[in-house]
């Protein structure tokens, strides 16, 4: 039998199974289609659109059980908040235990759930969450120099659990993060997910962390200023879209917008056309393309298939609602891309001169 496993890819890396090859961190950080034994050579041989990776399904099956089901009883036990804020936290623990000690698993766990509870105390105070987001930039910054994207959630999580829909006191958000955070320790290890390190160089990871997080903070610190429902989706755009290493940023930044409008599609016609049960099961089916895709394909199709989840979860039959927020998440991504270019450009320029001082 070929020994070579199939790779799982989370929010920062690109993971490998059992004993295989050491595979290079992709996914999404990556959007080109990815052949069985590795990425595909150069960016000139790369491509938006890609079938899911073969052989996937079965952990893919596995890995929804894994992350569902325990979420699924947390949200009995607690409600949406609770349920939401504990599988951001499983995500965390997966992106950080396949290339951390056990110690650095604990202590970035622990930094995830002060950030959630530090943002659930700050709620929507303009400077507060603008603050803390320039604050887990830096910490992403920090992080990066280990492996790009280490921490990529760190500011999302303030985004999520302040201004955004989790709703917790700050204690409990704490709890949750810390009991998703060992869930996605557990189910990393049982799954026996690895994946190599990928650092960035000290000089572009501080480039792009500061860069990203005065944006970002600006972006909050406007949003909240002049309450401006889901503002809040421009900083999420740059932090998903701008990566840390300069040679992923085009495919991602394609895949974002690309994926985007074409999920919004998707979900404002399931919520204009089809009965609540019907638009759920596209709901439902979304969620499990997107999975299936985080373990190999385009990063365009991971964001084609978030999109209309979010939304028709969002709207849940009320039509007038979806077609709002279907408008506000295309216009909210269409600028939070535009100021990613913006900055993405920047650092490039900074890249440029440093390469001609050193020549």
Same mark, same amino acid.
């Given at each position: 039998?070929?020994?070579?496993?199939?790779?799982?890819?989370?929010?920062?890396?690109?993971?490998?199974?059992?004993?295989?090859?050491?595979?290079?961190?992709?996914?999404?950080?990556?959007?080109?289609?990815?052949?069985?034994?590795?990425?595909?050579?150069?960016?000139?041989?790369?491509?938006?659109?890609?079938?899911?990776?073969?052989?996937?399904?079965?952990?893919?099956?596995?890995?929804?059980?894994?992350?569902?089901?325990?979420? =699924? !009883?947390?949200?009995?036990?607690?409600?949406?908040? =609770?349920?939401?804020?504990?599988?951001?936290?499983?995500?965390?623990?997966?992106?950080?235990?396949?290339?951390?000690?056990?110690?650095?698993?604990?202590?970035?766990?622990?930094?995830?759930?002060?950030?959630?509870?530090?943002?659930?105390? *700050?709620? #929507?105070?303009?400077?507060?969450?603008? =603050?803390?987001?320039?604050?887990?930039?830096?910490?992403?910054?920090?992080?990066?120099?280990?492996?790009?994207?280490?921490?990529?959630?760190?500011?999302?999580?303030?985004?999520?659990?302040?201004?955004?829909?989790?709703?917790?006191?700050?204690?409990?958000?704490?709890?949750?993060?810390?009991?998703?955070?060992?869930?996605?320790?557990?189910?990393?290890?049982?799954?026996?997910?690895?994946?190599?390190?990928?650092?960035?160089?000290?000089?572009?990871?501080?480039?792009?962390?500061?860069?990203?997080?005065?944006?970002?903070?600006?972006?909050?610190?406007?949003?909240?200023?002049?309450?401006?429902?889901?503002?809040?989706?421009?900083?999420?755009?740059?932090?998903?879209?701008?990566?840390?290493?300069?040679?992923?940023?085009?495919?991602?930044?394609?895949?974002?917008?690309?994926?985007?409008? !074409?999920?919004?599609?998707? *979900?404002?016609?399931?919520?204009?056309? !089809?009965?609540?049960?019907?638009?759920?099961?596209?709901?439902?089916?979304?969620?499990?393309?997107?999975?299936?895709?985080?373990?190999?394909?385009?990063?365009?199709?991971?964001?084609?298939?978030?999109?209309?989840?979010?939304?028709?979860?969002?709207?849940?039959?009320?039509?007038?609602?979806?077609?709002?927020?279907?408008?506000?998440?295309?216009?909210?991504?269409?600028?939070?891309?535009?100021? #990613?270019?913006?900055? #993405?450009?920047?650092?490039?320029?900074?890249?440029?001169?440093?390469?001609?001082?050193?020549?």
């Amino acid at each position: 039998m070929n020994d070579v496993r199939q790779p799982f890819q989370t929010s920062s890396h690109r993971y490998s199974r059992g004993s295989c090859r050491v595979l290079k961190p992709s996914l999404p950080w990556k959007v080109a289609a990815l052949s069985s034994t590795g990425r595909s050579k150069g960016n000139e041989n790369m491509t938006i659109f890609s079938r899911p990776q073969p052989g996937t399904l079965p952990i893919t099956l596995k890995l929804l059980a894994a992350i569902l089901i325990p979420s =699924a !009883l947390v949200s009995v036990l607690a409600g949406t908040s =609770a349920s939401m804020g504990f599988g951001m936290a499983v995500g965390l623990g997966m992106a950080v235990t396949p290339v951390s000690r056990p110690r650095q698993i604990a202590a970035l766990i622990v930094v995830g759930a002060v950030l959630g509870a530090l943002a659930s105390w *700050a709620g #929507a105070t303009p400077w507060a969450i603008a =603050a803390l987001m320039f604050f887990s930039a830096v910490l992403f910054a920090i992080a990066n120099q280990r492996s790009a994207g280490l921490l990529s959630l760190a500011p999302i999580m303030v985004i999520l659990f302040g201004p955004g829909p989790i709703d917790l006191s700050w204690w409990s958000a704490a709890l949750w993060i810390l009991g998703g955070g060992l869930v996605g320790f557990f189910i990393t290890r049982l799954l026996k997910f690895q994946a190599p390190t990928l650092p960035v160089d000290r000089r572009s990871a501080w480039e792009h962390g500061l860069a990203v997080g005065i944006l970002c903070a600006g972006v909050m610190f406007w949003s909240l200023t002049y309450h401006v429902p889901h503002g809040y989706w421009i900083a999420v755009t740059v932090l998903m879209a701008l990566r840390p290493l300069a040679d992923q940023r085009r495919e991602t930044l394609n895949g974002r917008l690309i994926g985007t409008f !074409l999920g919004a599609i998707i *979900a404002l016609l399931a919520v204009l056309f !089809l009965p609540l049960w019907a638009a759920v099961v596209v709901a439902v089916l979304c969620l499990f393309t997107l999975v299936w895709y985080t373990m190999g394909g385009a990063y365009l199709m991971q964001a084609l298939s978030l999109t209309p989840m979010l939304l028709i979860f969002a709207s849940l039959g009320d039509v007038d609602r979806g077609f709002e927020l279907t408008i506000e998440r295309v216009v909210f991504t269409v600028v939070g891309i535009a100021a #990613a270019v913006l900055v #993405a450009l920047l650092l490039r320029r900074w890249a440029s001169r440093r390469e001609a001082v050193s020549d």
